[in-house]
Antibody, heavy 113, light 110 residues
Framework: EVQLVESGGGLVQPGGSLRLSCATS????????MSWVRQAPGKGLEWVAY????????YYVDSVKGRFTISRDNAKNSLYLQMNSLRAEDTAVYYC??????WGQGTLVTVSS | QAGLTQPPSVSKGLRQTATLTCTGN????????AAWLQQHQGHPPKLLSY???NRPSGISERFSASRSGDTASLTITGLQPEDEADYYC???????????FGGGTKLTVL
């Protein structure tokens, strides 16, 4: 069974940093592109970042470029999202996804003073 | 990054048929088609269809997808109460090198 489990969310002040992790199991992680998607409270889905199997290609939504970094560790079957210079508008549930047939349960990031 | 266009809401009666639309352009929907996702309140999205009409295992045949030019459609037949949910489309945009989502359609089953 494919499983994706996010962790690392929480409350952070504007300008702060957080690192999200996504532990995966049940599939050959190193064979798949992976992604982060977020959903602000009461809003729709917004794609955040996308990474190739070997990490050699990364893509980001314009609003996070230069602030967020997606990475992966294929030896640990894990995906990461380093989020710096956080803003109130980054408040959302962040989902780890294997586009788009498998999703984690999400982790809530709240940016507030 | 412009998203895909979906109607905010659709309402249909029990056992009726609903068709949801998703409009993009030649760089996204018109390029490789769209995926359709269903999301119930408080739950992560669930894939219903990818690249137009490929259904993952376990997805009911009541859900079928199609594409005409730059517009993708999801048709749900024999509407059931559990079909009441938010539906999103998504496509890779080759000019933006980005995934784009529609704003979502809230389907109400009357």
């Amino acid at each position: 069974e494919v499983q994706l489990v996010e962790s690392g969310g929480g409350l952070v002040q504007p300008g702060g940093s957080l690192r999200l992790s996504c532990a995966t199991s049940g599939f050959t992680f190193s064979s798949y592109w992976m992604s982060w998607v977020r959903q602000a409270p009461g809003k729709g889905l917004e794609w955040v970042a996308y990474i190739k199997q070997d990490g050699s290609e990364k893509y980001y939504v314009d609003s996070v470029k230069g602030r967020f970094t997606i990475s992966r560790d294929n030896a640990k079957n894990s995906l990461y999202l380093q989020m710096n210079s956080l803003r109130a508008e980054d408040t959302a549930v962040y989902y780890c996804a294997r586009p788009w047939d498998n999703w984690g349960q999400g982790t809530l990031v709240t940016v507030s003073s | 990054q412009a998203g895909l266009t979906q109607p905010p809401s659709v309402s249909k009666g029990l056992r009726q048929t609903a068709t949801l639309t998703c409009t993009g352009n030649t760089n996204n929907v018109g390029y490789q088609g769209a995926a359709w996702l269903q999301q119930h309140q408080g739950h992560p999205p669930k894939l219903l269809s990818y690249r137009n009409n490929n259904r993952p295992s376990g997805i009911s045949e009541r859900f079928s997808a199609s594409r005409s030019g730059d517009t993708a459609s999801l048709t749900i037949t024999g509407l059931q109460p559990e079909d009441e949910a938010d539906y999103y489309c998504s496509a890779w945009d080759s000019s933006l090198s980005a995934w784009v989502f529609g704003g979502g359609t809230k389907l109400t089953v009357l």
